[in-house]
T-cell receptor, first 112, second 115 residues
Framework: GENVEQHPSTLSVQEGDSAVIKCTYSDSASNYFPWYKQELGKGPQLIIDIRSNVGEKKDQRIAVTLNKTAKHFSLHITETQPEDSAVYFCAASQSGNTPLVFGKGTRLSVIA | KAGVTQTPRYLIKTRGQQVTLSCSPISGHRSVSWYQQTPGQGLQFLFEYFSETQRNKGNFPGRFSGRQFSNSRSEMNVSTLELGDSALYLC??????????????FGPGTRLTVL
């Protein structure tokens, strides 16, 4: 079955700097890669997703890149702000409504 | 549009008891998935229901079960609770139809503590 590895497990950046979180997956059949942000006491919130027919997707300060050949995808957050502090999860699945396989999460701390 | 709601938000049970958790999906969504979140294992898929039928199942023992009603609301049940069942149980809903474009949206979760 699918296995998703996520790095780093913790990340601290200064406010205004960029943050990058990387994930690798094992199943070449996976073609849907969402990223979720989870704040304390809340459920995961979808922040951006990418499907295998595109290599990059951007939404304001957030971007995701996908390399299907190497089976890895990354989340890029630019101009980080304190409210970006949270745990971020990557996931992979074969479609949007098949079971998601999650990475272990990255705790991002943005220091003001 | 209202999001995914889960009740109750917190539960405390003792070993051997059983528990039922409820999830109301986003209006119009017909697929409901359940996940268990623990610090050690992260987010793990339990099962998915679509049109009142279990469509996918994760690798959990038979003590974990679920069902879906005709209005798409879903419940999950855990029988004979063990200490290791303490976790945040998350429900996610999606349209369940457009395989290539569907997206799962999560509720706030139910925090279950087993003493």
């Amino acid at each position: 079955g699918e296995n998703v590895e996520q790095h780093p497990s913790t990340l601290s950046v200064q406010e205004g700097d960029s943050a990058v979180i990387k994930c690798t997956y094992s199943d070449s059949a996976s073609n849907y890669f969402p990223w979720y942000k989870q704040e304390l006491g809340k459920g995961p919130q979808l922040i951006i997703d990418i499907r295998s027919n595109v290599g990059e997707k951007k939404d304001q300060r957030i971007a995701v890149t996908l390399n299907k050949t190497a089976k890895h995808f990354s989340l890029h957050i630019t101009e980080t702000q304190p409210e970006d502090s949270a745990v971020y999860f990557c996931a992979a699945s074969q479609s949007g409504n098949t079971p998601l396989v999650f990475g272990k999460g990255t705790r991002l701390s943005v220091i003001a | 549009k209202a999001g995914v709601t889960q009740t109750p938000r917190y539960l405390i049970k003792t070993r051997g008891q059983q528990v039922t958790l409820s999830c109301s999906p986003i209006s119009g969504h017909r697929s409901v998935s359940w996940y268990q979140q623990t610090p050690g294992q992260g987010l793990q898929f339990l099962f998915e229901y679509f049109s009142e039928t279990q469509r996918n199942k994760g690798n959990f023992p038979g003590r974990f079960s679920g069902r879906q009603f005709s209005n798409s609301r879903s419940e999950m049940n855990v029988s004979t609770l063990e200490l290791g069942d303490s976790a945040l149980y998350l429900c996610a809903s999606s349209l369940g139809l457009a395989v290539s474009t569907d997206t799962q949206y999560f509720g706030p979760g139910t925090r279950l503590t087993v003493l």
